[in-house]
């Protein structure tokens, strides 16, 4: 019943489920069938005195679901007269939860949870009756029994509005239905549409109405028949729920208001002014899931008009009379004067609004309109004028969680191990987070509403719990891999601290204290929670006992031991009952007990519980406790170390003494881990005689967990601090920092992306805003100098930090220094901030003082100190102040609270002061200001926050008031910022943050965000605009994903151009300095791009007028003559005055460069530069570029395919497929593999995946970014960072991803070049890298490693190859071209930097050369190579070679430098050491600059290697000993010079791969390719064991042969290949040798197959003959030509018995043809029978003119259903087709989004994976169309393959060779 498109247009559910013969319905107790004379038709009637045991069940048992999808259930019943009667309806969410929503009028109030709605139902009474007269005057006079004369009711209630608005979900279907005692039913329907009862479809037609989109009148076998001239509405009652009428009590269902039909068509929506309710308490304790519910008030309507008229508001009395507003700002602010009111909230981590609706009043004078941004509405009655679509804040949501910096909260006593070790699950007061060790990356579960005091995960880390503290505690069960709740558990404790699990996962324990405050210890059963069970209560115990810790045994699900104070016991379950038994703890009966721990391991010889129980205390003590004997074995004390005298640290176990309290102990295996107060982690043998290993930790260690595989030690401080402690290496990684009390205020650096912290816990700290790590910490030693507010400087790394006592410090970070303090507050300081510019710093303090300080000066001098002019007070801290963007104006609340005031910020002269106390004139209470902010300075809006719960825009010149926002939050804004293009603003409001449009011109104007589990103290976007930052109880960063502003392209060029004097007539601006630079024309390009850690989908436009450039000069020697610097077009100079900004509005960028490239006086080697060599225009105009003649310039590999950009790619960790391995190496790359022997870091690509493998273990993780083919890879110097380049599509540019080693995350990405990247190279110092364009686009780009930025591109004429830093010099660095070595130099400026460039062009006596490749030595000489075979030396002090020598017959392509050595590498594939000991001997000196030609026998060739191919990529340790070269064959080898070796690392196919298939045993795996190999890799270490090559032939096919039933053959293991020259060659795997040769064929061997029993080796040609040959002896058997003609594209054979088709035999197998065409055979190999079965073909339409790129027809018999074959390829529809071989007949079809390249069937569960020529791997489940995409290949998917037990997948991609490890859908 899951489609929905049988159930439109209704669903007469009686009639579906044909419950008068209860077979689909169940009933019980007294429930019978009677003819009613009203209905005039056959009823049931549900009778008796208790409504659980009387009822009708639809349907018949609980696992059944109707799968009703509809929105609006309507119910036609009649409740029985003067009795209850109950409706239970069970609904099913999106997100996975079973709601049961319930209505009767039995129920008094309104009561919620999270997974049961009660409504109270009111009955209605007949008109004229005297309990209508009482309806009236007493409206909760009805709630009770129905009336005597009760009336048939139709009731129609919104099931999706009741789960959005009450419980934040989404609807999905009814599960089923329960009609429950007294009541009297005729039917049940759902549907879409909103049926009016009042109007058969007779009616309807007699009458010709058009009703609006989305109603219809009732179906006739539904309606309540109506006798002539009577009323439906008179006869029978309509109640619709959300009610329209008046509602009391609140949340009720109950008849609406009474009003004739045509009334309510032709009335048009109106909109009530709402108010907040009080609803019931469950409800108001789960304030952020449930929301209150606002409801009509009723309002006269001559006082609503008088509202509405009001045209304008009080002009605001301005203190500054200079400030007059223009007619333009005038008009603009009578144009916004309207009032907006939000009247509720919708709260979700994402909220998602229903429809609202939209009133416009209309008067004489103006029109004002009424936006009511409110919670999800009912649908409206029909209307005359059809509903207007909403204009909703998109997208939706518009913040995303990403990160969160916090531990704890509640407790810091629990976190937990997952999968094995690689996460770890902890609270973080409210949320759960689960953390991936190796990458960093948090995923969260959130769904508490209160702070989360305990934790637990099963052993197969599938399920999780966790529970709640507070009155209203709950555990909620968690499905740990999909992050969802699986359900809620009400628990009888009024506070849980400890939960646990038993090892299974079926049994979990908690315990906690009641209402009396007494140990309550609570049983429940888990076993079906996962497969949608409700979870039971096993047993219940209430104890008097202290515990502190309690555990389920290992072993037995059925038994615990828990400990407190003075007590360890041991529980057991049985028979419904919780027992336990005491340890007679004899003379320590008094010790506090911390925690236990079980023995681990299991022996054969001893029972599962025979076993020792390790139990903690507070005073040192570890008792050794025998589990069955339930006595004291052994007790050690801890005592702290003792000094001896030499002065060696020992841990001692005396019995006297103070002891070590500890408290919390792990086991694992041999040896025992505990944490205690002395803040030290100790690892012990379980004897406890000496310490293995410690860790020292900042404060008392209150948690420890040893992993699962006894690796890693988990330890918790009571300080907030999180880490792990790795036994093998023995170092200690911290997880997590946090502050241990609310976090007051923030400032982000976005620079260096670090934020600044300052919190009660007495502590500032600084984190990184990426890796969330805490980078500095200042303590504040007393409690009256508290932090309470900090400021970051906009560009330095500087802080200023408020205290409680009124001073304030300026800090540097780099040094950790105190820059200044002062102390010009006596109160708190409330208000901290930098001017935008950098050039003031501001504080006011609690007691009405306002500091000016001047930041330009390291000493920060105070300039002036204001006294009263602020607001008194502390609750407008820690952002008490702001400052306008364009640092000219500063604001704050004061001198009172009911006044905000502008002050001049340079001078705090006062500009403007503004009485908000006066704005609401209806108001009886005066308001007050609370916080402010300024909008962007293009807007000229201040922003004001209440206590009325209102924001006001008020013009900052004049005064005035704009705008009006009521109800922004249930509570008090507590603190507001707008985004730097003015297009959102950010609200904070007790625990939600709110992302509104900021021009209030949508239906919809919010959304709405929890998380927070405390009161939010700050709230603002990160500078980069790309994130929002929100603290409180801990920080949450949150990833903003607003689209970016669309902006008109700029005529203007983003580039300077260097051009020739302008004409006198031109009329150039005389003000602007002139510059002397060169005549000939250069290209400079400048980028201003975001600091951003996220990339964005789209590039971001600049959103205001390009900056003035400040030109200055530059003297050059050797021209006399002066050229003018512009902007714009090279013959278009009149427009540069015009399109100039002022500067008084726009200011020059701080961090755009302007580039000068400066061609410097040419020595006798080098040439003059010629005006045609550095091009001006950037579109490339003129002659198309050609590709330089040289191997070094890479060129991406020819693809067909394109990259399916709308492909369903799965969320992060619910992928169904994980990539395990990647096999190969991509040879076509440049200088695409980095080691660093020091760190062992080796990184390698292979298509556009970036590959790091462990050399020692041979693991391998994958960085995932690119989706085009990776050219180029680079690391920094200290091995932190490695960049990669891969070239952009058609449409794109090139990406440049940055990566951080340690934990794999992607740091940043950048964007710039057009076509690929050639080149990339760090600086010395890594502060800066370079890379470079290809021939098409030659152009040099310098970015910062900062902040990411493009600091200046260069561009010239000719192709660049390679760029690099000199390592002496971090300002100095070369690039190669044709024929010339470029030499730079870089000048910094500010954040920007600038390039000088000088090309010197190659000796005359190398003649026409490709200069290729370079390195630098470390005496500032460089080595150049050339595509001759040339090695040229440089001097870089004067610019000139002074040396070359041939150093090889080929292309050198490769240069690396390690001191006195030399590497060169060509595409003769020779590998050649070099000792160039005298070349620094061999420099001219300054006074001689004559060089001698006869010295190449200076240079020495040391050592020599010819390897497979050509090389493309080097890297060698600093002593030239040994390396890691890469080469065009797909190889990776390392090289030793001293024992003069070479083995291979890593090894891949050079040319496409054809074949990918598992051997049977799984041991193995093999591949073929073009080249003609037949390669057999190992699993699973994925080593080549043997390459099989045939010279001149391509390898079309492969497969592995099968064991023989009977025989046994010599050669063990083989592998079959079939050759494109017609031939099948067999070898042995075992002797790697050549077994047999075939000739069965005069054409390629497409298909090749060895039959199930190994018999017969069947081969198809791509001349259609299909053979069958004995792969023993080489006989052909058979010869098959059904398919004669058409290439064979597929052959399988499959194993199982078929007699019920009619044919003997005991294999099957299929061949199938490129024509669509595939025969099924029934064989019997030992009989020599071969018959054929079944013979398909498969329609399709005319194949296009292009019939060469049909799609591939490819079949497979289905491993998990019996006689069914799947099909796919060209057809009229892109699909699967299941055919079924015994019904002859199509089973289903799976519709598909491409045409499948390839395709392959699981053996578990009805997977398949299909790959296509959109680079998309697609994998299915028939069954139910659910499918995952996965985009991480370079080209078309043309190959996959499962092995035999369906656990792991190969797929292939060009030569790249992917293995998956499946997961599941």
Known sequence: MSSRAWQHPYVNLFKHLKVDEWRKASKEGDVTTYMDKTLKCSVFRIRGSIPASNFILLPRTSSQSLGLTGRYLYLLFRPSPNKHFVVHLDVAAEEGQVIRVSFSNLFKEFKSTATWLQFPFLCGAAPGSVYESTAKTAKHGLVGPAPVCVRWTCLMMDLRYVLSVYLNKTHSHLKSIKLCANMTVKNIMTSDLLLDPGLSFSEFRQAGKVLPEGTAPMPREMCFPVPKGSSWHQLYDYIRFPSDGVKMPFDSIQKGLSKPKEAMVDESPHREESRSVNISKPVQDRVSLIQQITTPKPVSRAKQQSRLLTTSLPELTSSHSGDRESPSQRSQAIEEDRVVCDDGEGVHVCAHYEDDDVSTHSTNSEEVAVVNAAVPRPLSLPSAKPAKQQQKLHPDPILKLSRIIGFGGATMRCAVWANDGEEVVYP????????????????????????????????????????????????????????????MIKTPAHSLNTLSFSYSGGVLCGVGKDSHNKTVVVVWNTQRVTKGGVVTVMAKAHTDVDIQTMKIAFFDDTRMVSCGVGNVRLWRVRGGSLRSCPVNLGQYHSLEFTDLAFEQGHTPDRQPDDRTLFASSKSGHILDIDYVSVAIKNVRRLLPAQQSHSQRREKQTFSTGPGIAVNSVSVFGSFCATGSEDGFLRLWPLDFSSVLLEAEHEGPVCFVSVSSDGLSVLAATSTGNLGYLDVGSRSYRTLMRSHTATVLGFSVDGIRRQITTASRDCTVRVWAMDSTQQLYDFVSDEDDDAPCSVAFHPSLPVFACGSSSGTVRVFDIPTSSLLAQHRQHRGAVVGLVFSPDGEHLYSAGSLGYLALYNASLPEYHVLRVLGNVVARGTDRGPDALAVSSDSCCLAFVGPTEYTVTIMGAHSLDELLRVDVSVLDVESTTLDSALKVCFSPSSLSHLLI?????????????????????????????????????????????????????????????????????????????????????????????????????????????????????????????????????????????????????????????????????????????????????????????????????????SPAS??????????????????????????????????????????????????????????????????GLSLKAVVGYNGNGRNNMVWNPDTGLFVYSCGCVVVVENLHSGSQRHWLGHSEEISTLAVTHDAQIVASASGGGASSKSLICLWNIQDGSRRNSVSYHKGSVQSLAFSRDDLYFLSVGDFEESVVALWSTRSFELLCAVSVSVPLHEAAFCPSSADQLAFTSSNAVFFCYTHTRGRGAELQVQKVAVPERIGEAEVT??????????????????????????????????????????????????????????????????????????????????????????????????????????????GIVGTTAGTLWYINWADNTSIRLISGHKSKVNGVVCSPDERHFATCGQDGSVRVWALPSNELLVQFQVLNQSCECVCWSRPVDGREPGTGVCVAGGYSDGSVRIFSVESAEMELKLQPHHSSVCALQYSQHGQVLLSGGRDGVITASSPFTGITLRIINDHKGVPITTIQCTSKQYKEFGLEGNELWLAVSADRRVSIWAVDWTKDKCELLDWLTFPAPSPPKDAANLPPSLAAFSPTERGVVVYTGYAAEKELTFYCLKKKQVLRTVSLTDWALSLSLCSKGRLLAIGSNQRVLKLIDSSSGRFQDFTWHSDGVHL????????????TAHSEVFLWTLRGL
Request: one cysteine or more.
């Open 1413 to 1522: 490749c370079l390195c630098y030595n470390t005496n500032s000489v460089l080595f150049t190579g050339t595509n001759s075979g040339l090695v040229c030396v440089w001097d870089c002090n004067t610019h000139r070679c002074f040396m070359t020598w041939e150093a090889d017959e080929g292309e050198i392509g490769v240069l690396l430098c390690r001191g006195n050595k030399l590497v060169t590498g060509s595409n003769s594939k020779k590998l050649r050491l070099w000792s160039v000991a005298a070349v620094q001997n061999l420099r001219p000196s300054a006074s001689n600059m004559t060089v001698q030609q006869d010295r190449d026998a200076q240079v020495f060739l040391e050592q020599e290697m010819l390897l497979d191919g050509t090389v493309v990529s080097v890297a060698f340790d600093d002593v030239m000993d040994m």
């Open 1840 to 1851: 996959c393959s499962f092995n035999p037990s369906g656990t792991q997948l190969f797929t």
């Open 428 to 487: 973080c007061h409210a949320i759960v987070v689960s953390v991936k060790i190796s990458s960093g990356q948090q995923r969260f579960f959130i769904g508490h509403t209160d702070k989360v005091s305990a934790l637990t995960l099963n052993a197969r880390s599938t399920l999780l719990a966790s529970a709640q503290t507070g009155t209203h505690c709950l555990v909620r069960l968690w499905s740990y891999s999909k992050g969802q709740c699986l359900t």
């Open 945 to 1145: 926050t209440t206590s009325a719960n209102k924001i006001l825009w008020i013009n900052r010149n004049t005064g005035r008031l704009l705008r009006e926002v009521s109800e922004v939050h249930k509570h008090q804004c507590a603190s507001l910022a707008v985004s730097e293009d003015g297009r959102y603003l950010l609200t904070a409001g007790h625990n939600a943050v709110k992302v509104w449009d900021y021009h209030m011109k949508l239906d919809v104007n919010s959304q709405v965000f929890i998380g927070h589990s405390e009161p939010i103290t700050q709230v603002s976007f990160t500078p980069d605009q790309m994130g929002v930052v929100s603290v409180g109880d801990a920080i949450f960063f949150w990833d903003f994903l607003a689209h970016p502003q669309e902006v008109p392209a700029c005529s203007l060029s983003s580039s300077a151009l260097v051009s020739s004097p302008p004409r006198a007539d031109k009329g150039m601006d005389d003000s602007l300095p002139k510059a002397a630079v060169p005549t000939e024309q250069a290209k400079v390009e400048f980028n201003r791009m975001s600091s951003s850690g996220v990339p964005r989908k789209a590039a971001p436009r600049p959103s205001s007028s390009l900056p003035i450039l400040d030109v200055s000069s530059i003297d050059k020697t050797g021209h006399g003559d002066s050229s003018h610097l512009s902007l714009g077009d090279d013959d278009d100079d009149d427009d540069v005055e015009e399109l100039q900004p002022a500067p008084a509005h």
């Open 1150 to 1215: 701080r961090h755009t460069s302007f580039l000068r490239v400066t061609e410097r006086a040419a020595a006798e080697d080098s040439v003059d530069i010629l005006a045609s060599q550095i091009r001006v225009e950037e579109n490339g105009e003129g002659s198309k570029p050609v590709r330089p003649d040289c191997y070094k310039h890479f060129t991406p590999r020819y693809k067909m395919s394109v990259l399916d950009t709308s492909a369903a790619t799965p969320p992060p960790g619910q992928e």
